[in-house]
């Protein structure tokens, strides 16, 4: 589901950037990546937070993508200006994603999934495309803090089948995806880091992509 005017604004001011910049700390700690990984943001927006992982770890190659070509557009200004490390872009649903299987070593999400009616296929899709000891990093929001009596009104998302974290921690585990480590406040939302196991057969996270 894409964002609405006043959503767009939200995740793309400078505060928004700010908390991802402690966030990506975080995440470095305690998901030691190596440098020259291939790597893949959903939900990429204008390039903000694909900025900050570029620039925290180091990847050989960036995949960014997002449902919205608006946004893709001004990430590949953003991008282009900065002449960065080789990078892709596509638009894209999180629900399908275009990659083969175990082929990436870390998928990011910076507060996605909450917008996309059939998570739990998004959260099998991207556990599929992770390879074996590869990382799932997550910032996620839970309806107490984006469907109260304010928010419902003012922001875009979807009103059935959303999670909580009892539901995105089940998911996680159906979908093969250790969590490793999180802060959470079960009002808000969570932020983590999840781990494919090495031994994990592809075959049982479901059937590939081109």
């Known amino acids: 589901m ?12 400078p505060l928004r950037s700010m908390a991802q910049q402690l966030e990506a700390l975080y995440f470095k700690n305690k998901a030691p990546l190596k440098p020259n990984a291939r790597i893949l943001e959903i939900g990429c927006g ?34 282009q200006v900065r002449k960065s490390k080789p990078v892709t872009m596509h638009v894209g649903d999180a629900a399908f994603l275009a990659f083969k299987n175990d082929c990436m070593d870390a998928v990011f999400e910076y507060g996605i999934l909450h917008h996309v009616p059939d998570w ?23 309806p107490g803090l984006y469907q109260n009596a304010v928010t419902r009104r003012l922001l875009a998302h ?17 979908s093969r995806l250790l969590l490793k480590d999180f802060r959470e406040n079960s009002k808000i939302g969570i932020l983590g880091v999840a781990r494919k196991p090495k031994k994990m057969p592809s075959e049982a996270l479901g059937s590939g992509r081109v």
Do not use: C
């Open 2 to 13: 894409k964002l609405n005017r006043l959503e767009r604004w939200v995740v793309n001011n």
């Open 120 to 142: 739990q296929r998004a959260v099998g899709e991207i556990a599929r495309i992770i390879k074996p000891g590869g990382w799932f990093i997550f910032e996620e929001l839970y």
């Open 158 to 174: 979807p009103t059935q089948n959303r999670f909580r974290s009892p539901d995105f921690r089940t998911q996680l585990h159906k």
């Open 46 to 79: 204008r390039g903000a937070g694909a900025r900050i992982i570029r620039n925290k770890f180091r990847p050989r190659i960036l995949h960014m993508m997002d449902l919205d070509i608006h946004m893709i557009r001004q990430a590949h200004h953003l991008f």
